[in-house]
C-alpha cells in the first residue's frame, strides 16, 4: 500500500506514497476483529548530530482489537478514543499504522552510532575532520591582558 502523509517524525519519515508491505492476519472474535500484523518500509531523514541524509529501512509489529459497533452499544460503554472501532465492517489501519511506526522510530536518528556531529564554532562535519581543533576562547574579562607585551629585563 502506499505510505500515508505524515508518517514519521519531523528528522526520519516513510515517504509519501512509498510503498510499505504489510502483513496481516485477520481474526474474528466474539467481541470484534483481532488485527495482527507486521508493516516494513523504507526511511528517509536526516542525522540529529550532523544532518547528513539517512536512508534505512524498519519492521514494525502490531496488534489491535477492533470492537463491533453494537456490542460495544449493548454494553452501554461510554465514548472512548482508546477503543478502535469497526467502522461499516471495515478496518482502518492507518492510526494503528501510524502508532507503530512512530513508536518505533528513534527520538534522535544518527547517521552512525558513534557520530560525532558538527563543530559547535564553525560548522565543520567532525566525522569529516577528526583532527579538527580551535584555539581555546580567552576570557572576555582578562582579554585586555592579551595587550600587555612583556619587555626582557637585563
Known amino acids: 500500500m502506499p505510505a500515508p502523509a505524515d508518517l514519521g517524525i519531523e528528522v526520519l519519515s516513510v515517504p509519501e506514497g512509498a510503498p510499505v508491505e504489510l502483513d496481516l492476519r485477520l481474526e474474528a472474535v466474539m467481541e470484534g476483529v483481532l488485527v495482527t500484523g507486521s ?91 577528526p583532527d579538527h581543533r580551535h584555539d581555546a576562547a580567552i576570557d572576555p574579562r582578562w582579554a585586555a591582558l592579551t595587550e600587555l607585551k612583556q619587555e626582557p629585563t637585563d
Open 39 to 129: 508493516a516494513s518500509a523504507d526511511l528517509e531523514g536526516e542525522c540529529a548530530r550532523c544532518l547528513e541524509p539517512i536512508h534505512d529501512t524498519f519492521e514494525v509489529t502490531f496488534q489491535e482489537l477492533f470492537v463491533y459497533d453494537d456490542i460495544r452499544d449493548a454494553e452501554g460503554a461510554e465514548e472512548d478514543d482508546e477503543v478502535s472501532m469497526l467502522q461499516d465492517d471495515l478496518v482502518d489501519l492507518e492510526p494503528l499504522l501510524r502508532d507503530a511506526v512512530v513508536l518505533a522510530l528513534p527520538f534522535q536518528p544518527l547517521c552512525q552510532d558513534h557520530c560525532p556531529g558538527l563543530c559547535p564554532e564553525c560548522g565543520v562535519r567532525l566525522a569529516d575532520e
